[in-house]
């Protein structure tokens, strides 16, 4: 079956990096584009960042534009966010996902990690 599986996350302070992994297997991993969503309590799931499956063009949420970068390796299955000058807003579960369809709407996400916890402190 199809597994995505996140790491990479951890407490960190204002102004620091994390580097996001996302593992997948029971998928054609290049013919999924690929996406980084992000939920805080009480907050729907919010589009991050995304990346095409060929060409590998990038898609960025205006709030993260210039500090994160997502990028992929398809001979490793691999999917990545590195993260930086982070924020306290920032803090949030992080999942990926990947879809066939629309980059930036998570209804199109046919399939979900289960996420890991980013926490930036002030």
């Known amino acids: 079956q199809v597994q995505l599986v996140e790491s990479g996350g951890g407490l960190v302070q204002a102004g620091d990096s994390l580097r996001l992994s996302c593992a997948a297997s029971g998928l054609t991993f290049n013919t999924y584009a690929m996406g980084w969503f992000r939920q805080s309590p009480g907050k729907e799931r919010e589009f991050v960042a995304a990346?095409?499956?060929?060409?590998?063009?990038?898609y960025y949420a205006d709030s993260v534009k210039g500090r994160f970068t997502i990028s992929r390796d398809n001979a490793k299955k691999t999917l990545y966010l590195q993260m930086n000058s982070l924020k306290p807003d920032d803090t949030a579960v992080y999942y990926c996902?990947?879809?066939?369809?629309?980059?930036?709407?998570?209804?199109?996400?046919?399939?979900w990690g289960q996420g890991t916890q980013v926490t930036v402190s002030s």
């Open positions: 996902g990947a879809t066939r369809a629309a980059l930036t709407n998570k209804e199109q996400y046919a399939y």
């Open positions: 990346i095409t499956w060929s060409v590998g063009r990038t």
